[in-house]
């Protein structure tokens, strides 16, 4: 690894995550650099910890507090995570990253199916999947960049889709999903004199409900961490250097190519143990997780949440979970429970004007939401509370301090 | 060789709806540089202007329907058939067509609404902001949409005239290729607005503006041209091509909320595969895209390749990104990388 | 209920505690003792009020049908609770229903939306599971939402009520224990309406499919290609499309070339209105010949909705239906009256069997004497009963089908008013549809679950 490459490297001056903090520290061995840490970054993980693990109590006030959607904010947490590490960090944009999803959800409940209700192999073998197939499609994807790159990925998981729906529905069970069944072969469990359970445990342990929640949360932490050290080792900072100016980096001498193409497949890595767990804590694996649609979802919520911070994707997937779970079960009956603290006629009104951006329109309550944050805050939630965390305390204007903030 | 004919007639109709609406979104691209992910969504407006012109034109006098005992039901009668009789029953029946006169207005000022109230402040800001801008757009035009016409899809017909389908194998001497006859008009059609965009970027002085902008922005800009005026009125133009689209395209596909969403993609594919940019390489691609997507659904094709009808557009964009990046008739240079 | 207004309510906090005291003490908790023997179970209902789920398309292609069963769900909650015209409380027979709710608590209900995606429909289900507490979840419109959903309540152990389903596999190799299905199959479809078509429009006749390419889609192709060969009609050519292909010429084309003189769509929703359409307005065919024949369209499942979405081309198509409007029974004549004053339009034929469905479980309840979802699921298998509009019905024990006449419809030349789109041709009986179950396969599973674990 070239020392020039760093300097050329450690000079980003424009990007869309707003300058954290950590992008200008000096340079260091590929090696060294992923070991180095500071005192800040424990504590923002050891805070981020805490909150992730406290969920259930302080997102119950706001009927966020059960096991699925709490399952859901970790596991599309660990999606988002992954994806950031592409396109926050490189600026890479894949519309293709569902297909990686799905691809690792297919390869887990195929292990479910073969081998072990045990969530580890199946885990195993989902990143392993879909980190080879995100090889061969960032191989061919990444020959083209900008907007061409993403139109490529978008293709890939399209055709994936397409084929996972129909043609090839004896490996995915098309539009009804695959599934794990009482007469699946699952040979480790046989050997063992297994269960005939269907629910995916480790060494016994279920992994529905709350513990289904904790071990997806261990895992989000995990992935923090690995994201947070990435962030800060040399080649994060490749990654970052590429982001501000690819061309320059390449007239240094350096091909870039091997760099974009581990990040690829690590967020493909990510996305194929995002799908996983998906898998372990709903056996179940549907098509519609590679739509582009889906794809679209997690570049949505990387932007909404803030691109290039740490903590920014994992509140967009939270925020955008919580919307299409809670919002879309309003109906008009629980809206006026809501407002009955309000006199008749004014409640009318209120719900009169608030129903059509809850239940079936919580669509648009998503739409306006992106419009808003892309308008006003580019950076993203993480931008807003960064502009809070300034204005109240204006010694301290670092990303990290508003991050720790974000996490209460 | 009667369906290979066949074939090229599916691929005509479908590619002039793909190249109508890669025409705005490349012209939006060549000239504005904006990626506008709610162009599909301006197709699928186009498609209820149609629609709400012909509720306009069937607007009723409700009348107690004594067919239904159940319960109080009521029918509903145009008012232009009360009124005029045959001659309104006319005008409902050519709704469709007629629609055009409502459609261009309303999609130009739909179209330069959201230029200067939304699109002209993310010129500068990144690719991946405008996707998302546009793309809330979209969902929040479409969510619009479907909280007043509701998610089921609206039949409109074309005018009686123009519905079945025409003998066109007596011409050429074949037998058994008859086509309908709607969808010859929406190809002659497309080719007549296509023709029409062309000719008034070639011929005019504010064409010639526009193309000198989209090869060099700066350069105009300093001539003292104002050139982001005239780009709202690309703007404009993009809007109302993809609406008249839309408008002319509901006798063959049932409107419903989300069918901006299905052609968007698509769309997206075709500009890329003609060249981001270029005009004649959106209406070539939209032709070529078309006319392969239906060769590929022959089930003679499909014996051999099983499932190619479904992912042949996204291997043709491949193949090309990969061989030729700046796409059949994209300029050298141009978001090559 | 999702939000709680009062910010931090004292139970919400023991629960979440609780929970979270639950989760991280985890062997404790999993070694816990059976369910049964103290009858506690999932979502026992422990107040005076007892929840109902219903989960619905209300977004993407099938919303106006999840908005149409949410309404029948709502006059179902209505009439168990005694409110409104009782419904159809009073022609279930034999019925154990008394206008006072379930088991005498109060019915309410949550929504959800399936967006007709199998992932979001389970989330939906675990949502209301997990957080309302439903004990028992109905609706969806599709056959892969309704089968995802049915695995998912095995395992949690809450009874699903199915909504609008029209596969094969829902009852057969993909059944359930705690699924039920009201609704008809393609495979009824199939032996209802192959003798129709075979009188209607002879022996001797080639037909050309084009089928949606998903697993709706094949057990229908499937089931009309037996049922039409064995009335000695060939099969030309069978055709894949691909779902929400929108423009079909391209699948079109060749169907008049072809030497066939019937196109059977195997399409459903967006995908049969298109494809109905542009066959007989653009492409012209009911006027065509072939084989000195008129050439004709069959469309396996029509419902109202479809109808009307593909405006006059649906005139003169054949096609079967679980319901109508307009049948000649009293229960038929009361639900359309309750529903249409409620509503001001007939109920379709979604909303019939939603209805139906959430009567059918609350009545198993009482029947039962509790919640306790075993003797629920006992209480329904092979129930028989009539007076929900479709004539005598058996719960079939074997597969969780229910079996009932089935209507073949034909779409109405001269419609009397804009709900008169459908007419009935046929009421074929129920002895005529009912087959063996095991030619499906797949099994139902045990009825004691270890249920949602919280």
Redesign the interface.
């Known amino acids: 690894m070239s020392q020039s490459v760093m300097t050329s490297g450690n000079r980003p001056e424009k990007g869309?995550g707003k300058s954290p903090a950590e992008r200008t520290e000096p340079t260091g061995s590929g090696l060294r650099g992923f070991m180095r840490s500071s005192g800040g970054d424990y504590l923002l993980l050891a805070v981020f910890a805490a909150a992730i693990l406290?969920m259930?109590?302080w997102l119950?006030?706001?009927?966020?507090?059960?096991?699925?959607?709490l399952q859901?904010f970790a596991i599309f947490g660990i999606f988002a995570l992954g994806f950031n590490i592409l396109?926050g960090f490189s600026g890479y944009?894949s519309f293709g990253h569902a297909a990686f999803l799905g691809v690792g959800s297919y390869a887990a409940v195929w292990m479910f199916k073969l081998l072990s209700m045990n969530a580890f192999p199946a885990l195993i073998f989902a990143v392993l999947v879909s980190g080879v197939f995100a090889l061969l499609i960032g191989f061919?994807s990444l020959?083209?960049?900008?907007?061409?790159f993403?139109?490529?990925t978008?293709?890939?998981a399209?055709?994936s889709y397409?084929?996972a729906?129909?043609?090839?529905?004896p490996i995915t069970?098309?539009?009804?999903?695959l599934?794990v069944n009482?007469s699946d072969p699952r040979i480790l469990d046989q050997l063992f004199g297994g269960t005939s359970m269907?629910?995916p445990d480790i060494f016994?342990?279920?992994l529905?409900?709350?513990?289904g929640?904790?071990f997806c949360a261990v895992l989000l932490i995990l992935a923090f961490f690995i994201t947070m050290r990435i962030k800060n080792s040399t080649f994060g900072l490749m990654l970052f250097a590429i982001k501000a100016n690819q061309t320059r980096m390449s007239f240094t001498g350096f091909s870039t190519r091997p760099y974009l193409l581990t990040a690829f497949v690590i967020s493909g890595m990510y996305a194929g143990l995002a799908g996983g767990l998906?898998a372990v804590t709903?056996p179940?694996a549907?098509a519609?997780?590679m739509q582009?649609?889906a794809s679209?979802e997690v570049?949505?919520m990387t932007?909404l949440g803030g691109?290039g911070t740490l903590l920014g994707p994992v509140i967009g997937a939270a925020v955008i979970k919580y919307l299409?779970?809670?919002f879309?079960?309003?109906?008009e009956g629980?809206l006026h429970?809501?407002f009955d603290?309000l006199p008749t006629a004014v409640q009318d009104i209120v719900v009169a004007i608030v129903a059509?951006f809850v239940?079936?329109?919580?669509?648009?309550t998503?739409?306006?939401?992106?419009?808003i944050v892309?308008?006003f805050l580019?950076g993203g939630i993480m931008e807003g509370v960064g502009r809070i965390a300034r204005r109240v305390r204006r010694d301290k204007p670092s990303d990290d301090g508003a991050a720790s903030k974000a996490g209460h | 060789m009667d369906a290979i004919i066949l074939q090229i007639l599916n691929g005509l109709d479908k590619g002039g709806a793909y190249a109508l609406i890669a025409l705005g979104l490349t012209l939006i691209f060549g000239t504005l540089g904006v990626?506008n992910f709610a162009h599909g969504a301006l197709f699928m407006l186009g498609a209820f202007c149609a629609v709400t012109f012909e509720r306009v034109l069937t607007l009723s006098e409700r009348v107690r329907d004594p067919s239904v005992t159940f319960f109080e039901a009521y029918k509903e009668v145009p008012y232009l058939t009360i009124w005029y009789g045959d001659a309104g029953q006319a005008i409902v029946d050519w709704a469709v067509p007629l629609s055009i006169i409502l459609a261009i207005p309303v999609m130009l000022i739909v179209g330069l609404a959201m230029e200067r109230g939304?699109i002209r402040?993310f010129y500068k800001?990144?690719?991946?902001?405008q996707?998302?801008?546009t793309?809330?757009?979209?969902?929040?035009l479409q969510?619009?949409v479907k909280?007043f016409f509701g998610a089921n899809p609206i039949p409109l017909t074309a005018p009686s005239a123009l519905t079945g389908s025409v003998d066109l194998g007596h011409w050429l001497g074949l037998t058994g290729i008859s086509y309908p006859l709607w969808r010859i008009v929406y190809f002659l059609f497309s080719l007549v607005v296509i023709a029409a965009v062309f000719a008034f970027l070639q011929l005019t002085t504010f064409g010639m503006v526009v193309r000198a902008g989209m090869a060099d922005r700066e350069t105009v800009g300093l001539l003292g041209i104002n050139i982001s005026r005239k780009f709202t009125i690309v703007f404009g133009i993009a809007a109302v091509v993809a609406g008249l689209a839309g408008v002319m395209y509901t006798p063959i596909l049932a409107p419903n909320y989300h069918l901006g969403?299905d052609f968007l993609?698509l769309s997206?594919?075709v500009v890329?595969v003609g060249g981001?940019g270029s005009l004649g390489g959106a209406v070539l691609a939209g032709f070529l895209l078309g006319i392969l997507q239906s060769f590929a659904s022959m089930t003679e094709v499909k014996a051999i390749v099983?499932?190619i009808d479904?992912?042949i557009i996204?291997?043709v964009?491949?193949v090309v990104?990969?061989v030729r990046?700046r796409g059949l008739l994209g300029r050298k240079g141009v978001?090559e990388? | 209920?999702?939000?709680?207004?009062s910010?931090?309510s004292r139970r919400?906090?023991l629960?979440?505690?609780a929970?979270?005291g639950?989760?991280?003490a985890?062997?404790h908790?999993?070694v816990r003792n059976a369910w049964s023997q103290d009858k506690v179970f999932c979502n026992s209902p422990t107040g005076s009020n007892v929840v109902l789920g219903f989960n619905v398309p209300?977004?993407g292609p099938y919303?106006d049908e999840g908005?149409d069963e949410l309404r029948a769900f709502k006059l179902a909650v209505q009439h168990l609770n005694g409110e409104g015209d009782g419904g159809l409380l009073k022609t279930l027979k034999p019925s154990s229903l008394k206008g006072n709710g379930i088991l005498g608590k109060k019915v309410t209900f949550?929504?959800?939306?399936t967006q007709t995606?199998?992932?979001?429909a389970?989330?939906?289900a675990?949502?209301m599971i997990?957080?309302?507490k439903v004990v028992m979840i109905s609706g969806g419109s599709?056959?892969?939402v309704a089968?995802?959903v049915q695995?998912?309540c095995q395992?949690m152990g809450v009874i699903f009520m199915t909504g609008l389903t029209h596969s094969n596999?829902t009852t057969g190799k993909?059944k359930r224990r705690y699924g039920f299905r009201h609704f008809f199959n393609a495979y009824m479809s199939g032996v209802a309406l192959g003798p129709v078509l075979a009188e209607q429009y002879g022996k001797d006749r080639k037909a050309y499919h084009l089928t949606a390419?998903?697993?709706?889609g094949w057990t229908q192709e499937e089931s009309m290609k037996n049922a039409t060969e064995k009335e000695g009609w060939k099969t030309v050519q069978t055709v894949?499309t691909?779902?929400g292909a929108g423009d079909f010429s391209q699948y079109l084309t060749p169907v008049l070339n072809s030497g066939a003189d019937v196109l059977i769509l195997n399409h459903y929703g967006g995908d049969m209105v298109n494809s109905l359409r542009q066959a007989v307005n653009q492409f012209d065919m009911k006027n065509k010949t072939v084989n000195g024949k008129q050439f004709e369209i069959v469309v396996p499942l029509i419902s109202e909705l479809m109808a009307e979405g593909a405006g006059d081309a649906i005139k003169g198509i054949l096609g079967t239906a679980n319901w109508d409007w307009k049948l000649d029974n009293e229960a038929t004549k009361t639900l359309a009256k309750s529903f249409g004053e409620a509503y001001g339009r007939p109920p379709s034929q979604a909303a019939q069997t939603c209805y139906a469905q959430t009567l059918l479980y609350a009545n198993a309840v009482e029947m039962a004497g509790t919640f306790y979802p075993p003797e629920v699921i006992k209480a329904l298998e092979g129930f028989e009963f009539d007076g929900l509009g479709n004539g005598p019905t058996l719960y079939r024990a074997a597969d969780h089908q229910c079996f009932k006449d089935v209507l073949v419809v034909r779409g109405k030349e001269k419609p009397a008013n804009q709900f008169d789109l459908l007419e009935v041709v046929k009421i074929v009986p129920r002895e005529t549809v009912t087959y063996d179950p095991s030619i499906f396969g797949g099994?139902l599973?045990p009825s004691e679950v270890k249920g949602?674990?919280?």
């Open positions: 869309m406290t259930p109590i119950a006030p706001i009927g966020a507090g059960y096991p699925d959607i859901k396109f944009l061919v020959r083209r960049s900008g907007i061409y993403s139109i490529l978008l293709a890939f399209q055709m397409n084929l729906y129909s043609v090839l529905t069970n098309g539009e009804t999903g599934q009482r269907t629910v016994g342990v279920q529905q409900g709350w513990a929640f904790y998906l709903d179940l549907g519609e997780r582009w649609t679209g570049v949505l932007i691109v299409e779970q809670i879309s079960s309003f109906n629980l429970r809501a603290f059509p239940g079936e329109g919580w669509q648009l998503l739409g306006l939401m992106f419009m892309v308008i580019p | 990626v939304l402040f800001r990144s690719h991946a902001e996707i998302l801008v793309f809330g757009l979209a969902i929040v969510e619009i909280y969403m993609v997206f594919v890329v981001m099983p499932g479904q992912i996204y291997l964009a491949v990104l990969l990046p978001m990388a | 209920m999702p939000i709680d207004t910010a931090w919400r906090i629960q979440t505690s929970a979270l639950a989760g991280l985890i062997p908790v999993f209300q977004s919303a908005a949550v929504t959800g939306d995606k199998s992932d979001a389970r989330a939906s675990k949502r997990e957080a309302d599709s056959s892969g089968v995802a695995s998912l395992d596999d993909d390419d998903y697993t709706w894949r691909p779902l099994e599973g949602c674990a919280a």
